[in-house]
Structures are given as C-alpha cells and as structure tokens.
C-alpha cells in the first residue's frame, strides 16, 4: 500500500486549503478501511487531525472542528482534508496514515502566515 499527500501550500490566515491522499496498490478493499489524517509542527508530536470510516463516518480532533471537513471517494482511493478558517498554529507537516496497514505518506507541508 501506498498513500501520497497533495495539497499543501502556503496561505494568509483566514484562507483555505484541500489536501489529497491518493492510495495506491490496496491489497483490500479501499472501502472497509479508515484513513486518518495527522500533523506534526516543528519540535512537537504529531497529533490526529481527523479521520474518515470506510462507511464515511468523520472524526475530528477538538482544535479543528467545524473549520476542517474530512471526505473521501472510495471509487479514486482518495481521501480529502478540506482546511478552512486556517489559523497559524495549523502549520505543520500534515500526512495521512492507513492504520489497517500502518502504513503514512510522505507528507505535505501547510503553513500559515500570521
């Protein structure tokens, strides 16, 4: 399995963002499985942002609800982060993550300018 993040950038406060997480070679059924998107900012732990049920069931952490929605389209293997509202303590390098695999992307950079 492989998963690749697009999407990232830099933006002014207040703007709005879409990252991507395209899988590749699923031995599964994309559908059944969870995909989760986490975020690490410089010297910190990276942290869950959201996650996304095979059936389409969102889940959010407490600091981005209401301003990031989670999504997917099982027929594209690709799960999407819409960010808006985007505030500079969001900077970070945001991945996604398959837990049936353990498998994470590679990564993409989002940072907002204050």
């Known amino acids: 399995v492989q998963l690749v993040e697009s999407g990232g950038g830099l933006v002014p406060a207040g703007g709005s963002l879409r990252l991507s997480c395209t899988a590749s070679r699923f031995t599964g059924v994309f559908d059944d499985y969870t995909i989760a998107w986490f975020r690490q900012a410089p010297g910190k732990e990276r942290q869950g942002v959201a996650s996304?049920?095979?059936?389409?069931?969102?889940d959010y952490a407490d600091s981005v609800k209401g301003r990031f929605t989670v999504s997917r389209d099982n027929a594209k293997l690709t799960v999407t982060l819409q960010m808006n509202a985007l505030k500079p303590e969001d900077t970070a390098v945001y991945f996604c993550y398959a837990p049936a695999y353990r498998t994470w992307g590679q990564g993409t950079q989002v940072t907002v300018s204050s």
């Open positions: 996304i049920s095979g059936g389409g069931i969102p």
